[in-house]
C-alpha cells in the first residue's frame, strides 16, 4: 500500500503539475479545488459607501497545483494569504482575470492537502440589486443581499457555483444602533469600537453561495410565535418577521401564516425545516418577487406590510409566494442542484408545491386553476422555435440569468403535476419523500430525481422516458384527435407534433411521451382514461362505447395543446358549460391554440368568449381576454373597434355593475378578485366609457390632499388603484402626473408607489411621456420599480415609438440601472406589441453591437425578433378584413335585440 504523501510526491515528480497551466476557465472552475468552509467577517454600516470583509476558506487540492480560481468582482483586496497543512502561512498573488475570476498563486507547486486562504478587502455596495446593496426607505438606507444567480463574488471570494456547499461561520461588526441578521441563530453580541457591536452567528448548515444573506438597518423585528414541534422536527421553530424602521406592526399577518405552510411542507416530505431558525424579511428595494436563503428568507416588503387597505390580489400573492419561497427550504435549500441547468429542480418544485399547499390550506384561491392558467401562459413562450427547454445547457452568465423564466418555473410545474396526476398522489410523494432523504444536504441532478420518481410510480423505462423527452427538448405537443364509431365500439385517433403558431420556422416534427387523458360523456354517464402515447401516431379505444362527447384533455391537467376534428370539437363547444372548471379552461386554450396556428378565425375566438362569460367563475370567464386585446390592437380598425368593445361591455358590464366599484362588508376575494379583472378589462381593454368615467371621478378624488398632506388614497378601491390612476393619468393630463410625481417623492408605502408608478407609465401624451420616461431614471424611483414603469408604459401602442426613440438615446442609463437578472429583456421591453417584420431590422441594429455588454441579450434579442415575425405572420394570416363578416352580424343581432 503506497502512503498517500508519498504518492502525491511522486505523481509530481513523474508528471509535474498538470493544472499549473491551465487557460482560463470559461465556464465552471476547474475541479481540482473544492471548499470545505467559509469564515466571514463583514463590517458593515449602510451609511458608508461601502463595507469591509475578511473572508477565510477552507480548501481541498485535489491535485498537484500552484494556483487555484475563485470568484471576485469589485474586491480591493488589502492582503491575501494561505496557511498550509502545518498551519504556516504564506503571501499569495492574487490576479484578476476575466470579468469575475480571481487567480490565486501560491508561488510554487502544492501537494494535494487542505489550505486556508484568508482575504482581507474592502467592497463598495453594488449600484444594482445584487451581491450587497442599498435599498432606501425615503432616506434611511438598509444593506440587503442578493446572491442569487452569481452575486456572491461581489461581497466575498468565493467558489460561487451551486456544486460547493460548505458550512459558514458568519460575524457581522455593525453600529451600535442597527440590527444585523444572517442565514443562522445569532449566538451572541459583544461591543467593539465605539459606535459598534460584533454580531457572530451559529454556523450554519451546509449552503452554495448563492443562499447566503445578511441585512443591516434600523429594522423592526417581530416576534411571531413559535412554530410547534412535529412528528419529524423536535424543538419549536423560533419565527420572526422584519421589516423598515416603523412598519413592523403589518407583519401580523404573515406571521400568522406562516406556521401553518412550515408544517404541511413538513408533513409533505417527512423531513424535518433543519435551519435553526425562520425570519422573513421585507426590504423596501429588491429585484425579485422574494428570495429562498435559508434562516432569511428575503421578500419585496410590500409582500409583508399588509393591512385593511392591501389589494387583494397582493394578499394573496403575498401567501402563495411565502408558501413558494418555504417550499424552496427543501427544493433548492436542503437538496441542490449540482448546476444551472438543473435550476428546475428549485424553482418547478416550488411553484408546483405553492399550488398544491395553497390548494389545500386555502381552496377558496383556486390554486388548481391558477397553475393551469400558468402552464397555457408557459405554452405561450414555448411555442417560439427560440424556446429553450426545461433542462437547457448552461455555459454563460446570461444562460443562467435567462433560465429563470416561464419554461423553469411554470412549465416546469405543470410537467411535474401532469405526471404527479398519471401515476396518483401517493406513489408521486413517496419517489419525492426518497429524493430528499437520499441527497440532503448535498446536490443532486434531474437524473437522480427521475430515478426516485420512476422507482415510486411502478411504471419502469416509459416513466422515465416520457419525463426525459418533456424536459430535455423545448416546445409543447400539439395533440390532435378524432373519434371514429362503428356502433358502440369507438376509436380516438391521435397525432402528436410540436405546436407551431402561423409563420414559425420551428419544426413540428418532435415527438414526447404524453400521458394523454380523455373524458368522455355518454348519457349521464361520464369515464376518464389514460394512456401513453409516444409514437407520432396512436389509436384510443374508448371505454363504454361511441360517446356523445369527449375532452382530449382531462381536468387540464396535460401539458399539450389540443386540436379536434371540426364536428367533435362543436360537440365539446355544446356541452362545454357543464364541464369542470379546469376543462373550461383547456377548451379556451384549444381556441386560443386554434387561432395562434391561423385555422381558428376571429369570429369563432368572440363566439367562445360569449359562451365562457356567463361562467361564475372568475378564471373560466376572463379566459380569453387577453386573445380579445390582440384581437383590438391588431385586427380592429378604428370603426370595427367600437362594435368590439360595445361587444365586450355587453358580456361583461352587467356583471360589473352587479359587483359595483367598492368592496362590500364580508365580500370573499374571489368576488374582489373578480371585480378587478373586470375593471381592468372595460376601462383599459375595452376602453368602455361609462367604466372609464367612474374610475376619473374616483381619480380625482385621490389627487386631492388631505390633512396629512398625502393623497387622499381611500377614495379609491385600493383592490384596483393602480388603474384607477392610470386612467385618470390618461385622462386628466398633466394635473395627475404632477400629483403622483410629488407623491412619490414622499411616499414610503410600496404597495401604493407601485400603483402610482404604474399610472405614470400609462400616460399617452407625447410630452408627459418623456417626462415620465426620465423621471424613472431619476433617484426618485427605486431600481427595482424601474421596470415595472416601463412595461406599462411601453404596452400601450400609443407610446412604443417614442419609447422605442427614448430608449436608444438613454440606453446606457438605463442599463446601468438593471440587474443582470432583467437585463436579457430589455430587447423585448423594446420590442413588445411589434407586428411589422421590417422593425426587427431596427432591434438587430441597435442591439447586435452591444450584446457582450448585455447579460442574456443574445437570447433575449433571439426571442425579440422571432415574436415581431410572429405577430406579423398572424395579422397576414388572419388579414385586413378579419373581423368584417362578425361585424355584419353583429349589427345585425343589435337590430334584432331593438
Not at 78 to 91: F, I, L
Not at 256 to 270: G, K, R, V
Not at 760 to 766: F, I, N
Not at 869 to 878: D, F, G, M, N, Q
Request: hydrophobic fraction near 40%; charge should be neutral.
Amino acid at each position: 500500500m503506497l502512503p498517500t504523501r508519498l504518492f502525491a510526491f511522486l505523481a509530481l515528480a513523474l508528471w509535474g503539475c498538470v493544472a499549473c497551466s491551465e487557460t482560463v476557465p470559461t465556464g465552471q472552475l476547474p475541479g481540482f479545488a473544492e471548499p470545505l468552509h467559509y469564515s466571514l467577517d463583514l463590517k458593515v454600516d449602510p451609511r458608508q459607501e461601502g463595507f469591509d470583509g475578511v473572508a477565510a476558506i477552507r480548501v481541498r487540492l485535489r491535485e498537484p497545483v500552484d494556483h487555484l480560481w475563485l470568484h471576485g468582482k469589485g474586491l480591493k483586496l488589502e492582503q491575501s494569504e494561505w496557511e498550509d497543512a502545518q498551519q504556516k502561512t504564506h503571501p499569495a498573488s492574487v490576479r484578476e482575470e476575466g470579468k469575475t475570476l480571481l487567480r490565486v498563486a501560491f508561488g510554487k507547486v502544492l501537494e494535494p492537502q487542505e489550505i486556508q486562504l484568508r482575504f482581507r478587502y474592502h467592497a463598495s455596495f453594488n449600484p444594482r440589486l445584487e451581491g450587497l446593496y442599498i435599498a432606501r426607505q425615503l432616506d434611511t438606507p438598509y444593506a440587503v443581499s442578493q446572491m442569487e444567480a452569481s452575486s456572491a463574488r461581489y461581497v466575498f471570494p468565493s467558489f460561487d457555483e451551486p456544486r460547493f456547499k460548505t458550512p459558514y461561520d458568519i460575524r457581522l461588526e455593525v453600529p451600535a444602533d442597527q440590527t444585523g441578521l444572517s442565514n443562522a441563530p445569532q449566538v451572541s453580541e459583544e461591543k467593539t469600537a465605539a459606535g459598534w457591536k460584533k454580531l457572530t452567528f451559529k454556523t450554519t448548515q451546509k449552503l452554495p453561495t448563492y443562499l447566503v444573506a445578511f441585512a443591516v438597518g434600523p429594522w423592526d423585528v417581530v416576534d411571531g410565535k413559535a412554530i410547534a414541534p412535529t412528528q419529524w422536527r423536535n424543538e419549536p421553530l423560533p419565527l420572526r418577521a422584519v421589516a423598515p424602521a416603523g412598519q413592523g406592526k403589518r407583519l401580523q399577518e404573515v406571521l400568522e401564516a406562516t406556521p401553518s405552510i412550515i408544517t404541511e411542507l413538513e408533513n409533505y416530505f417527512a423531513f424535518p425545516y433543519s435551519f435553526g431558525k425562520l425570519d422573513l424579511l421585507g426590504a423596501p428595494d429588491f429585484q425579485a418577487g422574494a428570495m429562498e436563503n435559508p434562516g432569511l428568507v428575503i421578500y419585496r416588503d410590500s409582500l409583508l406590510l399588509l393591512d385593511a387597505n392591501s389589494p387583494t390580489r397582493v394578499r394573496r400573492m403575498s401567501f402563495e409566494i411565502n408558501t413558494h419561497e418555504l417550499a424552496h427550504q427543501w427544493f433548492g435549500d436542503t437538496v441542490t442542484m449540482a448546476w444551472w441547468d438543473d435550476i428546475w429542480l428549485n424553482e418547478a418544485f416550488a411553484t408546483w408545491l405553492e399550488g398544491k399547499v395553497t390548494g389545500k390550506l386555502r381552496p377558496e384561491n383556486r390554486a388548481d386553476l391558477s397553475r393551469i392558467q400558468s402552464a397555457h401562459r408557459a405554452m405561450t413562450v414555448d411555442s417560439q422555435a427560440s424556446a429553450r427547454r426545461v433542462r437547457q445547457p448552461i455555459r454563460t452568465d446570461g444562460d443562467i440569468e435567462g433560465a429563470f423564466d416561464a419554461i423553469t418555473y411554470q412549465k416546469g410545474a405543470a410537467v411535474l403535476g401532469m405526471f404527479e396526476s398519471w401515476i396518483g398522489e401517493e406513489k408521486f410523494r413517496t419517489g419525492i419523500r426518497e429524493y430528499t432523504r437520499t441527497h440532503a444536504f448535498g446536490t443532486a441532478t434531474s437524473d437522480d430525481l427521475i430515478a426516485s420518481l420512476t422507482r415510486a410510480s411502478g411504471k419502469g423505462e416509459p416513466f422515465a422516458r416520457a419525463m426525459k423527452s418533456f424536459l430535455d427538448q423545448a416546445g409543447v405537443p400539439l395533440v390532435s384527435t378524432q373519434l371514429r364509431c362503428e356502433g358502440d365500439k369507438s376509436v380516438l385517433s391521435v397525432r402528436q407534433e410540436r405546436f407551431l403558431p402561423a409563420g414559425s420556422k420551428g419544426n413540428p416534427k418532435q415527438q414526447w411521451g404524453i400521458p394523454v387523458c380523455i373524458r368522455s360523456g355518454r348519457g349521464d354517464v361520464v369515464a376518464e382514461q389514460c394512456h401513453l402515447v409516444e409514437s407520432a401516431t396512436a389509436d384510443i379505444a374508448i371505454e363504454g362505447g361511441c360517446p356523445d362527447w369527449y375532452h382530449a384533455n382531462a381536468n387540464g391537467q396535460g401539458y399539450y395543446r389540443i386540436s379536434m376534428a371540426k364536428a367533435d370539437q362543436s360537440k365539446l363547444t355544446a356541452v362545454v358549460a357543464s364541464l369542470p372548471d379546469a376543462e373550461q379552461l383547456a377548451y379556451a386554450d384549444m381556441i386560443r391554440a386554434g387561432f395562434e396556428r391561423g385555422e381558428v378565425d376571429a369570429p369563432t375566438v368572440l363566439a367562445a368568449m360569449e359562451k365562457l362569460s356567463t361562467s361564475r367563475t372568475r378564471e373560466v370567464a376572463t379566459s380569453l381576454f387577453e386573445t380579445f386585446r390582440w384581437i383590438r390592437h391588431n385586427l380592429a380598425t378604428p370603426e370595427t373597434r367600437i362594435t368590439l368593445d360595445a361587444f365586450a361591455a355587453r358580456l361583461y358590464l352587467p356583471r360589473l355593475r352587479e359587483l359595483g366599484y367598492r368592496r362590500q362588508a364580508g365580500e370573499s376575494e374571489t368576488v374582489s378578485m373578480y371585480r378587478m379583472d373586470l375593471v381592468d378589462f372595460l376601462a383599459r381593454n375595452a376602453e368602455v366609457r361609462e367604466v372609464r368615467d367612474t374610475l376619473v371621478e374616483h381619480g380625482k378624488g385621490v389627487l386631492k390632499r388631505g390633512a396629512d398632506g398625502h393623497l387622499t388614497f381611500s377614495a379609491a378601491n385600493y383592490d384596483f388603484l393602480g388603474i384607477t390612476l392610470a386612467v385618470t393619468v390618461q385622462e386628466v393630463g398633466a394635473a395627475a402626473i404632477d400629483g403622483l410625481v410629488a407623491e412619490i417623492k414622499r411616499n414610503a408605502d410600496s404597495t401604493l408607489r407601485a400603483s402610482m408608478i404604474a399610472a405614470l407609465g400609462a400616460t399617452r401624451d407625447p410630452a408627459l411621456g418623456e417626462r415620465v420616461r426620465e423621471f424613472a431614471l431619476s433617484g426618485d424611483v427605486r431600481l427595482g420599480e424601474i421596470m415595472r414603469l416601463m412595461y406599462v408604459h411601453q404596452s400601450d401602442p400609443a407610446n412604443r415609438e417614442a419609447f422605442w426613440g427614448w430608449m436608444q438615446r438613454r440606453f446606457s442609463d438605463l442599463l446601468a440601472k438593471s440587474s443582470a437578472s432583467v437585463q436579457g429583456d430589455l430587447p423585448e421591453l423594446a420590442s413588445d406589441g411589434w407586428c411589422q417584420t421590417a422593425k426587427t431590422k431596427e432591434l438587430a441594429d441597435f442591439f447586435s453591437p452591444r450584446l457582450k455588454t448585455i447579460v442574456g441579450g443574445a437570447q433575449g434579442l433571439e426571442r425579440a425578433r422571432e415574436g415581431v415575425e410572429l405577430c406579423s405572420a398572424l395579422r397576414t394570416r388572419h388579414g385586413d378584413n378579419a373581423l368584417t363578416p362578425w361585424v355584419a352580424e353583429q349589427t345585425r343581432d343589435k337590430a334584432a335585440r331593438g
